[in-house]
């Protein structure tokens, strides 16, 4: 009979780190504080059993958050680019008598004021949030709290900022349209919107594992056994 071994039934070495240390940390403050200093026949101490055992799962815990940010990273400098861009423009110009904008009554102007604002903020959180996974250390205690809020923090503002940048695209669309074409441009915005639907459906299962794995206090240990 062999045994077969699955820690945590979650994806991602970086996740799976996550959880060990969470359990480590769990068992740890069970038990009496003199016990984690103890010796074992090795002349080794808990700790230094947990690091080692570990090794393997934390260079892949690094290779994987390094993917993962590069990848959104990418995402993000474009949308700041293109979001720094749209902020720092009017729509339709400014009057020369008063200084003001000259579409500032009409309310598609101040969503797009707003969502164009709120897709540069954003944006460059995530941006600086990727980057600091990208220059981390990645030494195995950041895996317990540091490297996944980074994460967790930098997708939720990368999601935000593309929502942000479709609305700002939209309303500043909507003023180059007639008057009766408005209305009939709003499948158009729709059909817009799938590509970016489809990522954030594609990437919500991991957004909701981090989620889960950073929230949860205790995870379940289970184990499978094959002969």
């Known amino acids: 009979m062999a045994t077969h071994h699955q820690p945590w039934l979650i994806p ?15 068992v740890e403050d069970s038990m009496p504080m003199h016990f984690s200093m103890r010796y074992n026949k090795a ?8 690091t080692e055992k570990h090794e393997e799962l934390v260079k892949n815990g690094s290779a994987w958050l390094n993917t993962t940010s590069s990848s959104c990273s990418v995402v993000a400098a474009l949308i ?5 861009a749209t902020s ?19 309310p598609a102007f101040n969503v797009f004021s707003i969502s164009s604002l709120i897709a ?15 220059t981390s250390r990645h030494q195995e205690r950041d895996f317990g709290r540091n490297l996944p ?15 942000a940048m479709l609305v700002s695209f939209c309303a500043g669309h909507f003023f180059l349209l ?10 158009i915005y729709a059909v817009t919107c799938l590509p970016v639907a489809f990522f954030a459906v594609m990437q919500f299962p991991l957004y909701l594992d981090l ?4 929230f949860r206090k205790v995870p379940k240990c289970s184990s499978t056994a094959v002969s």
Do not use: H
Not at 43 to 50: G, M, S
Not at 80 to 84: D, E, I, M, N
Not at 149 to 163: P, R, V
Not at 179 to 187: G, R
């Open 120 to 134: 540069l903020c954003f944006s460059v959180n995530s941006l600086v949030m990727f980057l600091a996974i990208l």
């Open 12 to 26: 991602g070495a970086a996740l799976q780190m996550q959880w060990e240390i969470k359990w480590y940390k769990y």
């Open 43 to 50: 002349n080794k101490t808990a700790r230094e059993i947990f």
């Open 80 to 84: 700041a680019t293109v979001a720094f």
């Open 88 to 106: 720092a423009t009017v729509p339709g110009g400014i009057n020369e008598g008063n200084g003001t904008p000259t579409l500032e009554r009409k």
């Open 178 to 187: 007639k008057d009766e074409l408005k209305y009939a441009a709003f499948p």
């Open 211 to 214: 989620m889960w794995a950073t």
């Open 149 to 163: 809020n980074k994460m967790l923090f930098g997708l939720s503002s990368l999601f935000i900022s593309i929502a």
